[in-house]
């Protein structure tokens, strides 16, 4: 949950839910649940809450959930968003320790964007630096063009 409030009900540690670790994994699937509830009611509701007081010349969106967070963004920002996919093989992830759980990484929280977006850069991080690089740099000339 993105609302101090309700991480101040349940008693929860923000800054260890950020984290990989057991902390956050106890509380994965609840927090699933409540932004669930939170997009049933609003579906604009975490991506307004992210971009609160900002103004900047250039989005770059590189961390949504949903299809319908991809979709807010260009609605709302239009031509100066640009969305970005990190992706990484399945052994490099489990080399970062990932274990697949069902029901938390088959879900739509984890894998709704999986299929079906054109997101605007497709980035591959599975730990070569050097290719990395090579994979940023394009993304960075092009941000740099619309400032």
């Not at 929860?12 to 669930?36: C, H, N, P, T, V």
């Not at 489990?94 to 997101?119: M, P």
Request: overall charge negative; aromatic content about 10%.
């Amino acid at each position: 949950p993105t609302d101090p409030l309700s991480l101040q009900e349940h008693g929860l540690d923000f800054q260890r839910l950020l984290d990989a670790s057991a902390y956050k994994e106890r509380y994965r699937q609840d927090m699933i649940r409540w932004g669930e509830e939170k997009r049933r009611t609003d579906p604009g509701f975490f991506c307004r809450t992210a971009v609160e007081g900002a103004v900047q010349p250039v989005w770059v969106v590189s961390d949504t959930r949903r299809l319908s967070d991809v979709e807010w963004f260009r609605d709302v920002y239009r031509d100066v968003v640009q969305t970005v996919r990190v992706v990484a093989s399945e052994e490099m992830r489990k080399r970062r320790n990932w274990v697949f759980v069902a029901g938390v990484d088959d879900a739509e929280s984890e894998c709704g964007l999986d299929q079906g977006v054109a997101f605007d850069w497709v980035i591959t991080n599975d730990g070569d630096s050097r290719s990395l690089d090579e994979q940023l740099e394009p993304l960075l000339q092009s941000l740099r063009g619309r400032l």
